[in-house]
C-alpha cells in the first residue's frame, strides 16, 4: 500500500502566504522572487487571517510593508513591478467594504498599464452564519455578491476562495496570469474572512518550490517576411515605440536597429527613454503631446512600424495625425489585441525578439535626404526646449517648464523621474531630456492622479540606490499624499517637487478650449456670485508635507530652486521641495506640430466660446479616418 501524502495542517492564510514565499520568476537566466513583500492595511476582514499568517510566518519569510491608503498600496505595488520589468511583484491584502473598494482605481491602473500585482482583500463570510455582517452589502438580486465584485472588471484574473482547497488552483493560475506578458494585470483573490481562519490539510506539494518562465515569444515567419517586405518598400518609414520595448528590455535591440536602418524613433508615454534623448534616430514623443518633429514625420509616414503600443487616442491624435492616404502599420506585439489594431499587419511576438529578427532579414536603409530632415528637425526642437528651459531672471518665480529646466541640470543618468496626471506629463513628453532607459516614468495609461507619491516609494523601495523624484501639482498632491508616513517610516529618501498651480490647471486649460470657461478649476472663495472665482484658497502644502514627517525646502525664485533641488538630491531623508510656479503658454512649440485630441463640444451652448469652440471641433473631427 503506497504510504499517504505527506500534508502540512495550515490555515488558509498560512498556507497562501507559504506558497507565495516559494514563487519565483525566470527570465534571461536570472531568477527573482515573485512576490517580495506583502502590503496591508488591517481591518476586522483580514486581521486575523492574513494577519496572524504574516506574523506566523515573520518578515524574513513574507516581508511587511505597512500602509496609509489602499489604492496608495496598490499604486506602490505596480510600479514597483514596472521598475523590476514585471519579473517581481508585491501583495496587497485589505479588509473587507471600503477598504476593498479602494482597491478599485489602483487595480484599473494596474491592468490598464499591463502591470502585475496581487491583490488579496478579505470578503464576507463564506458560511453566512448572521447577515449583514458589518460593512456588507446586501444585494437583494443576488446571494453570492458582495463589494469585491467591482474588481471584476478591472482585474485580469478574479476569483472568490469559498473553501479552503479551492485556494490551490486559484493559486496556482494567479501566478500564470501574473507572470503572463500578453495577459498580466492585477490579479484578485478574494478572501471570505472564515474562510482565511479555517485550517486544511494542505499536500506538502503546494509548497514546493516553483519557477514560472518568463518566456519571449518568437514572432511567426510569415508575418516576418511580410514585415520586412513592406520595410522595403516603404519610403518615409516610421518606428513608434510604447512600453513594451521597456517590458521585453528591447532597448538596445531598438537602437541597433534604427542606427542601422537609419529609421526614425518617436515614442509614446510610456515609451519615451527606449532611446536615450541624444540618439542619432530619435525624434521625441508623438501625438497630442509629442514634439513637432515626430508630428510632422507621422503625418507623411508612408509606413508605421509600432513595437509594444496600445495606440491610444493620444498618441494617434484621435486617429487625425498619420494622413498619408496609403499609410499602412505593421504592429510588433506580444498582445494580440494590440497587435491587430490600424488594420496592421500583426506580428506577435516579443519586442526584443522581434526587433532582433527584423534586424536579422531588413538590410534597407533610410536614404540620407530622409534622415537629414528629421534630423534637421530635431535640432531645431532642441532649440525651442533649451529657450522654453531658459531662465532670463533668476530672482523670479519658475514656470513649470523652467522647473523641468532647472531639475535637467541636476540630475544624471541615475535620477529616476515619476509623474501621472496634470499637465506635467505634457510638459515632459515634449521637453524631458532622458538619459536612461528607465528614467523616465510617467503612468499615462490611466494617468492617475494621486500615483505619483506611493509610486516613488514602490520604484525606491525597488532600487534603493538611485535617486527617486515624484513631480506633483496641487491638485494631485492633495488627492494622495498619505504615503509620505509610508517613506518617513521606512526612511526612503524620495524627493517630492510640489508644483503649486493654485487650482487644477490642466484641466483648466482644457476647458479653455472647449467652451466651459475654466469652470470650476481654481483654488479659490466663492464668490458672492456663486461662483469660485474669489480670494485665493490659504493653503499651505509645504506645511502639510512638513507635518507628515518630510524634511521640506521651499523655493521662491529659480535661483532658490536650483539650491533646493541640488540639496534634496543629496539628502538622505524624505524631502520635500515646494514651488508657486507662474502660469504661461511656455511649451508650445511650431505650430506645425500641434496634434488634436478628441473632447467632445457642446453641440449647442448660447456663450460664444463654446459655439467657438464647436466650430473648431467640427473642423478636427472631418479629418478622423479608419485605418482599415
Known sequence: MPPAPRTRHLTTAQALLTFLTHQHTEHDGHRHRLIAATWAIFGHGNVAGLGQALTELGPDRMPFLQGRNEQAMVHAASAYARHRRRLSTHAVTTSIGPGATNLVTGAAQATINRLPVLLLPGDTFAARPAEPVLQQLEAPYAGDVSVNDCLRPVSAYFDRITRPEALIPAALTAMRVLTDPAATGAVTLCLPQDVQAEAYDWPEEFFRDRVWQVRAQEPDA????????????????????????????????????????GIPVAATQAGK????????????????????????????????????????????????????????????????????????????????????????????????????????????????????????????????????????????????????????????????????????????????????????????????????????????????????????????????????NRGYASIGGLSETVGAERFGTDYRFRAVDGTYTGEPLPLDLAANAASLGMRTLRAHTIADLREALVDARASTVPTCVYVRTETGDTVSGPSEGAAWWDVPVAETATRPSATSARAQYDRHVAARRHHL
Open 222 to 261: 510569415e508575418a516576418l517576411e511580410e514585415a520586412v517586405r513592406q520595410l522595403r518598400a516603404a519610403r518615409r518609414p516610421l518606428i513608434v515605440v510604447g512600453g513594451g520595448v521597456r517590458h521585453a528590455h528591447a532597448q538596445d535591440a531598438l537602437g541597433r536597429f534604427a542606427r542601422r536602418t
Open 273 to 500: 527613454g527606449a532611446l536615450p534623448y541624444d540618439h542619432p534616430c530619435d525624434v521625441g514623443g508623438i501625438g497630442h503631446t509629442g514634439t513637432a518633429t515626430a508630428n510632422r514625420l507621422a503625418r507623411t509616414a508612408d509606413l508605421v512600424l509600432g513595437v509594444g503600443t496600445r495606440w491610444t487616442d493620444f498618441t494617434t491624435a484621435s486617429r487625425t495625425l498619420f494622413e498619408h492616404p496609403g499609410v499602412r502599420f505593421v504592429n510588433l506585439n506580444v498582445t494580440g489585441s494590440d497587435a491587430h489594431k490600424l488594420g496592421a499587419l500583426a506580428v506577435v511576438g516579443d519586442a526584443r525578439k522581434g526587433l532582433q529578427a527584423l534586424a536579422d532579414a531588413f538590410n534597407g536603409r533610410t536614404d540620407e535626404a530622409y534622415r537629414a530632415e528629421y534630423r534637421a528637425g530635431k535640432t531645431e526642437w532642441e532649440a525651442h526646449v533649451s529657450a522654453v528651459y531658459a531662465a532670463r531672471d533668476d530672482k523670479a518665480a519658475p514656470t513649470q517648464a523652467q522647473v523641468l529646466g532647472v531639475l535637467d541640470t541636476v540630475v544624471d543618468e541615475q535620477d529616476i523621474l515619476i509623474n501621472a496626471a496634470g499637465s506635467l506629463p505634457g510638459d515632459l513628453h515634449q521637453l524631458w531630456r532622458t538619459r536612461s532607459p528607465d528614467q523616465y516614468h510617467v503612468e499615462y495609461g490611466y494617468s492617475c492622479m494621486g500615483y505619483e507619491i506611493p509610486a516613488a516609494v514602490g520604484v525606491q523601495l525597488a532600487d534603493p540606490g538611485r535617486p527617486v523624484w515624484a513631480l506633483v501639482g496641487d491638485g494631485t498632491y492633495l488627492m494622495n499624499p498619505t504615503e509620505i508616513v509610508t517613506a518617513v517610516q521606512e526612511r526612503l529618501p524620495i524627493k517630492v517637487v510640489i508644483l503649486d
